[in-house]
């Protein structure tokens, strides 16, 4: 089975911290990506990865990068935490479809 | 674009009762369909999926779901629920390209939450 293990389940950051998400697959997947959840909007894509050192914005980009320095692992970085990221953040990994979960972070910004 | 709606935000069923959940999915080329359930404080666990072939395909937990083209729609059903299927239910719209890794990205619908009473 694939194993997609995220670093944190819960984690409590203040304005303006840096914050660090870390996301590990098993499985050598190609793509990782990583997610936010929030009540009523769904899953909204921030990143996603195809390769070591390749990342392509999702839909909702802005606040966030990532980096990707080996294939198993992939963060979410908030550079300037504020608290409308206050969320859950879901990473995810696929090779040929389709995506397989970690548990989530939730992640809250005071 | 590609989108997905999935039109009841809350369902609300008696264990033992039939179960269907819409998906209404709107995308350009032949489309891979997916169902996720979220059980409370989890990640998201593939129910089941549609790549290509027959238009009904079962999953896991005794759940299926039929992928109607003329409709647009891939409706999660199950005949008979149980107490633990009370969860969240994801549908899902996506793509396999071959010949680029980076197009699999998923679009996923808001969600159904799924209420079981005894």
């Known amino acids: 089975d694939v194993k997609v293990t995220q670093s944190s389940r819960y984690l409590v950051k203040r304005t303006g911290e840096k914050v660090f998400l870390e996301c590990v697959q098993d499985?050598?997947?190609?793509?990782m990506f990583w997610y936010r959840q929030d009540p009523g909007l769904g899953l909204r894509l921030i990143y996603f990865?195809?390769?070591?050192?390749?990342?392509e914005k999702g839909d909702i980009p802005e606040g966030y990068s990532v980096s990707r320095e080996k294939k198993e692992r992939f963060s979410l970085i908030l550079e300037s935490a504020s608290t409308n990221q206050t969320s859950m953040y879901l990473c995810?990994?696929?090779?040929?479809?389709?995506?397989?979960f970690g548990d989530g972070t939730r992640l809250s910004i005071l | 674009a590609q989108s997905v709606t999935q039109p009841d935000i809350h369902i609300t069923v008696s264990e033992g009762a039939s179960l269907e959940l819409r998906c209404n999915y709107s995308?350009?080329?032949?489309?891979?369909l997916f169902w996720y359930v979220q059980s409370p404080g989890q990640g998201l666990q593939l129910l089941l999926k549609?790549?290509?072939?027959?238009?009904l395909v079962q999953g896991i937990k005794g759940f299926e779901a039929e992928f109607k083209r003329s409709q647009s729609s891939f409706n999660l059903r199950k005949p008979s629920v149980h107490w633990s299927d009370a969860a969240e239910y994801f549908c899902?719209?996506?793509?396999?390209?071959?010949?680029?890794?980076?197009?699999?990205?998923?679009?996923f619908g808001t969600g159904t939450r799924l209420t079981i009473i005894p």
């Open positions: 995810a990994s696929s090779s040929r479809q389709p995506q397989h």
């Open positions: 499985m050598d997947h190609e793509n």
């Open positions: 990865s195809y390769d070591v050192k390749m990342k």
């Open positions: 995308y350009g080329a032949t489309p891979y």
């Open positions: 549609y790549f290509s072939g027959d238009t």
């Open positions: 899902a719209v996506g793509a396999l390209d071959i010949s680029n890794f980076g197009n699999e990205k998923l679009t």
